[in-house]
């Protein structure tokens, strides 16, 4: 596709019901991002995958979330047992190769109620 | 957490003025990116600058990166409409380049007709 494509983008769950956030990066792309950020702030790093290989998830808040790729193209970012604070935009970003820049997908706004 | 915080986090200028917004981060960079964010929407890339770069111009785009400060500067010049949105910068600290940006926390720029 022409860029990076997150769905859905809106979601509403109830307090304590799992998600589960696509990402579909621009095809070809080997590495992929993704990155939470909640209202009125920068953009926080969850865990970063290069093709199927998760190399780092220092980012990820706590093991309600789970990321994976397992076919090294779209990804799906899984928040289990949803919390109020888990409210926030999810963005994924895919990058080409190493001296390229990060392109970022429209984001799937997450509002936990 | 935040690597770098945006000075001011809020401004207001005319159609035609120019536009300069700041950004301090924390620890060493290999190189630094500015992105711009419409509301609702994914980021956009900008433009990059290297450590060992100064100054670098991108249309009506001119960003300063002083190391020694760890500090950078986005004018925009000849601002339009179209400008208003919030700017981010996001600094590249990992061994390997560009694995992971950390963000910080954002100008709200508003371009007034």
């Known amino acids: 596709g022409a860029g990076v494509s997150q769905s859905p983008r809106y979601k509403v769950a109830k307090r304590g019901q799992d998600v589960a956030l696509r990402c579909d990066p621009i095809?070809?792309?080997?590495?992929l991002f993704w990155y939470q950020q909640a209202l009125g702030q920068g953009p926080e790093f969850l865990t970063y995958?290069?093709?199927?290989?998760?190399?780092?998830k220092s980012g990820l808040p706590s093991d309600r979330f789970f990321a994976e790729r397992p076919e090294g193209s779209v990804s799906t970012l899984k928040i289990q047992r949803t919390q109020q604070e888990d409210s926030a935009v999810y963005l994924c970003?895919?990058?080409?190769?190493?001296?390229?820049?990060?392109?970022f997908g429209p984001g799937t706004r997450l509002t936990v109620l | 957490s935040q690597q770098g915080e945006e000075d001011p986090q809020a401004l207001s200028i005319q159609e035609g003025e120019n536009a300069t917004m700041n950004c301090s981060y924390k620890?060493?960079?290999?190189?630094l990116q500015w992105y711009r964010q419409n509301s609702g929407r994914g980021l956009v890339h900008l433009i990059l600058?290297?450590?060992?770069?100064r100054e670098k111009h991108s249309g009506r785009l001119r960003v300063t990166l002083d190391t020694s400060k760890k500090s950078s500067s986005l004018l925009i010049t000849a601002s339009r409409a179209a400008d208003t949105a919030s700017y981010f910068c996001a600094t590249d600290v990992s061994n390997f380049g560009n694995e992971k940006l950390t963000f910080g926390t954002g100008t709200r720029l508003t371009i007034i007709p």
């Open positions: 095809s070809g792309h080997v590495s």
């Open positions: 600058i290297r450590s060992n770069e």
């Open positions: 970003a895919s990058r080409g190769t190493s001296m390229d820049t990060q392109y």
């Open positions: 620890t060493s960079i290999n190189n």
């Open positions: 995958f290069q093709n199927e290989a998760q190399l780092d």
